[in-house]
């Protein structure tokens, strides 16, 4: 099965997503095309139905934080035609505050991608069937995959005895400093023990007659 060339494949996206179209590009052969977070279930729609793309499977849906830009993050629709026997990227950018709509419409499968998104990064989606925390506990503070999240955590989980159940509680670091000194262990094992290389020969049985 052959793949289309890419200048083919461009032009006949830039004809199907019209004005909904941002940006066309491509890493490594996989076209990348960037559209408005308004068009997506739209443009997702065009691109399983029409004939000569048929991008019939969404493999998976991922996010990328940019902190420092407004809107911070960029989702991604990684698809592919198995008739085309070619992969396609569909990007949109977003705030963590603005609502964009749900692809379940379109890919039953998007159901769980988006959760795990909402989950651990916060981006909302509307007309989601049942938007809920899917890897995080319901009861969990913040969203872990984002840049500024702090590694440890804003809580923690005990088992409470008096309760008889688990309570979160503050983020508690028993050792908020420990010194490294970046010595790898094999410079390590090259280096000899100053007890070593100086050993104190009235302590030695082998000096004594």
């Known amino acids: 099965m ?16 019209g004005p909904d179209l941002i940006d066309l590009s491509y890493n490594f052969d996989t076209p990348i095309a960037t559209v408005y977070a308004g068009s997506v279930v739209r443009a997702l729609a065009l691109l399983r139905d029409h ?9 998976d849906i991922t996010v990328v ?3 420092e830009h407004t809107q911070r993050f960029e989702v991604i629709y990684n698809m592919l035609s198995h008739k085309n026997n ?5 990007k949109i950018r977003t705030d ?11 890919f039953a499968c998007a159901n769980w991608y988006e959760r795990e998104i909402w989950d651990l990064f ?11 925390r ?22 923690q989980v005990a088992y409470e005895t ?8 503050p983020v508690k670091l028993d050792q908020n400093y420990r010194s490294f000194d970046f010595l790898s262990p094999w410079e390590g094992l090259l280096q000899k023990p100053s007890s070593l290389s100086n050993p104190d020969k009235t302590n030695d049985p082998m000096t004594h007659d």
């Open 122 to 132: 916060g981006i909302p989606f509307a007309d989601h069937p049942d938007l809920r």
């Open 65 to 67: 934080d940019y902190p």
């Open 162 to 169: 008096e309760q008889q159940r688990v309570v979160y509680e």
């Open 134 to 155: 899917i890897l995080t506990d319901y009861d969990f503070s913040g969203h872990p995959l984002r840049k500024d999240f702090p590694l440890s955590g804003f809580s």
């Open 2 to 17: 052959s793949t289309p060339p890419l200048s083919s494949l461009f032009k006949l996206l830039h004809e199907l997503l």
């Open 96 to 106: 963590s505050t603005t609502p964009f709509n749900s692809v379940t419409g379109v």
């Open 51 to 59: 004939k000569k793309c048929q991008f019939r499977q969404l493999i």
């Open 86 to 90: 070619t992969r396609l990227r569909i």
